[in-house]
């Protein structure tokens, strides 16, 4: 959900993480935080997501963006996730 320059929503991953997003939009950067709230592996991600012009061949409903940070399960982990409006 994006209310005015602010993005939140749910996190899951394939691997059956979760946890909440919080992102900040300014102009056509969000500033993203992922924290991971799966039990007995916590951790905070964080990236920033450039936002491009959309054309007939792009989502609109989708947002990709590369993430790092650290967790209790497994240390310091990077990343692609993939935003999708709902």
């Known amino acids: 959900m994006q209310v005015a320059d602010e993005l939140v929503g749910a996190y899951s991953s394939s691997t059956c993480a979760i946890g909440s997003i919080f992102g900040l939009v300014g ?3 969000a500033s993203i935080t992922i924290n991971m ?3 007995g592996c916590s951790g905070k991600y964080s990236g920033t997501a450039i936002i ?3 054309s ?3 989502n609109p409903e989708m947002m990709s963006f590369q993430y790092k940070g650290p967790t209790t399960c497994g240390g310091n982990e990077s990343g ?3 935003l999708t409006k709902k």
Do not use: I, R
């Open 27 to 29: 102009g056509n950067v």
């Open 37 to 39: 709230a799966t039990p």
């Open 52 to 54: 491009k012009d959309v």
């Open 56 to 58: 007939p061949q792009t």
């Open 80 to 82: 692609t996730a993939t």
